[in-house]
Structure formats: C-alpha cells, structure tokens
C-alpha cells in the first residue's frame, strides 16, 4: 500500500549509543519532514526537506541528523543518545503542489527509549 | 511562522456539531490554514486545508473570516469515534508547525 513506511516501530538504547530511524515514502513527494511528540504534548519539527539534496532544521534540530540523497528516502540519525530524546517520531511527506490540498501523510511512528 | 491559538479542550456528545475555533493574529499574505486529527498512538491525519471563505469536504468544514485571522473547524454530528486531539496549523507546505491542539472528548 503507498504510503509513509517507518522502521524500526520500536527501539531501545542505551545512553550514547547511535541509531537511524529510516523513513520511506512511495508517492513521489518532494516535502519530507520529521516530528517528535513527547507524551501529552504536540509534535515539534526536528527536520524537514524540500527536495532531494536540501534539508533544513526545524524547532529542535539538536542531536539529530538528516540527509536526502532520493526523493523516497528521508533517515533521521541520533548522533550520541540521551535520555532526553525519548519520545515518539515521526515522519511525513507531500506535495509541493497546493493543488491537490490533500496536506502531510504521516507514517505510524517510531517509539524509541533512551536508557 | 504565525502562531496559532486553540482551546485546550472541548467536550460534545454524539450527534451534535461541534465548532473549534483558531485565533492566528499575524497570518501572512500566502499561508494557507490546515487542520489535523490525532488519535492516541497514532500519526496525525490531515482533516481540511482552506486559503480564505469557506471549505467543506466529506468530513469537515471550514470557515474562514475575510480578515483571515481565525477560522473555525466544523464538525457535524460527531460520533464516539471522533474522540481526538485537532490541530490548527498555519504555513506554507515546505514545513508543519504544530500548535498544542485542542482535545475533543465526544460522549455517548
């Protein structure tokens, strides 16, 4: 089913370990972005993408890394791991094109424990 | 970015319309206005997106004032099942920038 496809759904980690959580998506959108929502709050942007080759930081792009070599692909990297980045996360895409208004298409999530 | 203001929670019953109003003061020229739906453990699910008057699909409607600084979700006769947490957004598409939402509780 097209889609946004993240893996892993769940991710434990030990303190200052690395890991990238891989997103994909096969609906050929140019805007990719990644979220994470801490319990009982709103999603906050950590990266997004306009396009292949260009990123850009959002609200709290500390910690985190991102690159966008296809159109499909958007991996987030967690550099040292903390406590701190604990959460749920997110990734979505859309269109550029305002045509369609038909917004993000968020994928299910990734639950990722920092011990 | 203009910054958006919703009510923290609301509460309805089942089969009534309800109405979520968005206060967004310092919206530019070229934002458009979009709203989200959040079910718990889940990714939010785009509801409705309107530039100026109003927008209505097969699940919402959305009313927007000419000054454009609020707009207004609505949603008619509500059922359990639209028991989420709705986000108003304002922006262009390249970025999403989620405000706190407003909880809507629906009760039998």
């Known amino acids: 089913n097209a889609g946004v496809t993240q893996t892993p759904k769940f991710q434990v980690l030990k303190t200052g370990q690395s890991m990238t959580l891989q997103c994909a998506q096969d609906?050929?959108?140019?805007?990719m972005s990644w979220y994470r929502q801490d319990p009982g709050m709103g999603l906050r942007l950590i990266h997004y993408?306009?396009?292949?080759?260009?990123?850009d930081q959002g609200e709290v792009p500390n910690g985190y890394n991102v690159s966008r070599s296809t159109t499909e692909d958007f991996p987030l990297r967690l550099l040292s791991a903390a406590p701190s980045q604990t959460s749920v996360y997110f990734c979505?895409?859309?269109?550029?094109?305002?045509?369609?208004?038909?917004?993000?298409?968020f994928g299910s999530g990734t639950r990722l424990t920092v011990v | 970015l203009a910054k958006t203001t919703q009510p923290i929670s609301m509460d309805s019953y089942e089969g009534q319309e309800v109405n979520i109003t968005c206060s967004h003061n310092?919206?530019?020229?070229?934002?458009?206005i979009t709203w989200y739906q959040q079910f718990p453990s889940q990714g939010p699910r785009f509801i409705i997106q309107?530039?100026?008057t109003k927008v209505t699909n097969e699940v919402a409607s959305l009313f927007i004032p000419a000054d454009r600084k609020s707009s207004t979700l609505s949603l008619p006769r509500v059922s359990l099942s639209d028991t989420a947490v709705y986000y108003c957004?304002?922006?262009?598409?390249?970025?999403?920038?989620f405000g706190t939402g407003t909880r809507l509780q629906v009760f039998p």
């Open positions: 979505a895409s859309s269109y550029s094109d305002r045509e369609g208004l038909d917004g993000y298409t």
């Open positions: 609906m050929n959108h140019e805007y």
């Open positions: 993408s306009v396009g292949a080759g260009i990123t």
């Open positions: 310092n919206i530019a020229t070229n934002d458009y």
């Open positions: 309107g530039y100026k």
């Open positions: 957004l304002v922006g262009g598409a390249d970025k999403l920038i």
